[in-house]
């Protein structure tokens, strides 16, 4: 059923929540991620739609937010959060290494969602040209990436800062 989708607030909500979050970078990472999961879901609503119910005013909708979306929290991440990270614990070789990892599959991420953008497309345009199972595996192979690089985005945070927490000046 795709009636309920419910798209996370575009680029105002999340620039508003990063003015005022700063200083406190996880907690806006913490809300990125947020929106992103439900950006996951939205997804997911769309290939379980597919073939029968699918709503094409939903995927010209998404294929229109799902590229500058995904860039745009990116970019904040990158910006508020690894910057932070780096000025603060920098000196620690697998703190850096793990930012290098997030950035590639950031790009990776914005690869796919740039090829996703054009499937999107086609079925907001009523392409009958497009495949519905090569449709479902993209949506599928995207959400469920981007489900794993918030976790795994979470995962290495939290652990780069409790380490340090623990570690003697
Ligand atoms: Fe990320």
């Not at 999340?14 to 990125?32: F, H, M, Q, T, V």
């Not at 997804?43 to 294929?63: H, K, N, T, V």
């Not at 999107?120 to 595996?137: F, M, Q, S, W």
């Amino acid at each position: 059923m795709i009636a309920g989708i419910n798209w996370p607030p575009p680029l105002e909500g999340a620039r508003a929540a990063a003015n005022e979050a700063y200083a406190e970078p996880l907690a806006w990472l913490a809300s990125a991620h947020k929106e992103q999961l439900a950006l996951c879901d939205s997804m997911e609503a769309i290939a379980d739609s597919l073939p029968g119910e699918i709503d094409r005013e939903i995927c010209a909708y998404a294929a229109r937010m799902l590229a500058p979306m995904l860039r745009h929290f990116h970019a904040g991440e990158e910006r508020i959060v690894f910057d932070w990270v780096e000025q603060r614990f920098g000196d620690d070789p697998s703190a850096r290494a793990s930012l290098e990892r997030l950035k590639f599959e950031h790009c990776e991420d914005e690869c796919f969602a740039e090829e996703l953008t054009e499937m999107l497309d086609r079925l907001g345009t009523a392409d009958h040209t497009v495949n519905p199972e090569t449709a479902g595996y993209m949506l599928r192979g995207f959400f469920t990436g981007l489900r794993r690089h918030v976790s795994f985005e979470q995962e290495c945070l939290r652990g780069i800062v409790a380490r340090q927490a623990h570690e003697p000046n």
